[in-house]
């Protein structure tokens, strides 16, 4: 009986060490995944495409608790991957991430931190002069500023996309406040949705800055909604993705959910919501590609601009799209910029 | 509520038995065969291929006999505690391994069918799905072995199966279940995961010798 343990017990531990084996593939069709164990997260990071090109696009996705498995889209797979890789990082307590995350380590710095622990096992992994470009959307904008103006992180990255992001809390709060009030105003002029822009706008006048957490929320969704209402334009629907995409890519949808609704992104919101990286921009020097959609009330073009204006670097471009939203609707424009900006540094 | 009004309630929630023709009558079953029974499945999450085996031990049977307008219908309803390990692998998730305990009860039909609801609570030890790294201060990076959590479980489970041995004489039953494992503090929150099992329950009878005929 003992000995039938024993041998249970090995053929169990090698099963699992033959699941943990190191699998690192240099060629124009990657496809690995591996984890990175930092304060207590295990964050899953998927790198597909080519790698034999020596360059990475390291998506740092929005939320905070969304999933990198959202920018997993055909048109990614199609343009970008076959030219440079993209390595999708779930960040902590979110999506595929793992372990003991909690309040304590769901903290802006702490995801700075993560961020530059990624980048450190990309190198470590494909190679020192590997070069790593990040495209941060949304919340990732937070996560990425932290990250590049702390010590001497920028000199770990070759670029910096900042798509449709925030860098600063507050302010990109009062320039959602600002778009719900201008394009509504000349939405109710032209007879569109009148009701429903009319108690936005009211909702936005009423608000007076600094907002809480709370109220920055309710105008979050306010502005997710006022996207809906733009004619002719079609917010990308991020559940099309996920359901494209979920056996294909293994994603385990459960993990996804229960990180979104998990309490410790509400602690996070009300950490960051007076949270601004404006005086600090300075420090940046690496190149930089802006690009905001017209149509984005979440993250509205002015914060872009703002950002765009403080850097301190000195190769920059902005590049504004005419029929996007919040979710880089024009998928190839978007992938295109992301090429060219990479090939050129 | 006032008390007439209570106590009306009560009357017709007692009454209803009488009113639906039906008498109810549980005796105990002290033929109980109290073998341990043994469990194996195959457990997965739709794509995600997983396996189960399991212990049952008998603790209760009753015999429940209903008297209706139509005539007596009769089923049987059996207790259990089992322990069970089960394990299931999400590639580049994780593969996870438990331990289980629990409490189930069946219900069997004279037709060979059953139902059976089983809540539970255990431990598990998940191993990440690819190679997992750590980052020192000093930036050196290294791999770490065997890297996963532990977490306390729960799971509830509820399930249809059939008695080869009612009508076939056949010593085995075969079952369906559906379960949410739960694991907890995933992320310091929770994780929850359906599975499907489908799996064989036989006792261990079957497996031994048959005695020679020395004539």
Redesign the interface.
Known sequence: MNKLKSVFTIILMSLLLQCQNEKITISVHTDDTFYVENNGAAMRVSVKGNTESGKIMLIVHGGPGGSSFLYHTKKIQSLLEPCYAVAYWDQRAASASQGTANKATVTLPQFGDDLKSVIQVLKYRYGATTKVYLMSHSWGGMVATQFLTAGTNQELVAGWIFANAVHDWPLNDQNTINMIVSRGSQEIALGRNVAKWQAMIEYAQSLELPISAKQSLKLNDYAWEAMELIEGFTPLNEDDIIEENLISDRIPYTSLFFNLINPVQSHLLREVNEKSFGSLLIKITIPLLVCSGRHDFVCPTATGLDLFTRIGSVDKQNLLFDNSGHNLEEQSEYINAFIEFISMH | MRYSQKLLFVIVLSAFPIFAGAQKQTVIDTTFNRTTPLKAAYLGSI??PGAKIALEWPTAAYVVTKSKRHGVKSYRKEKYLAASMGMY???????N?FLLAERQWRRLRPSGWFTEFAPGMGISR??????????SNA?V?S???????TYALASISSGLGYDFKKLWSKPFKVYSRVSILIMV??????????TVELGIITKPLLFKKKAKYIP
């Open positions: 794509i995600y692998y999400h590639e580049d998730f994780h593969t391994v998940t191993f990440l799905g690819g190679t997992t790294y750590r980052v930036g990076v791999k770490k072995p065997l890297a996963g959590y503090p995933y992320n310091s929150y929770i994780y929850a995961r359906p």
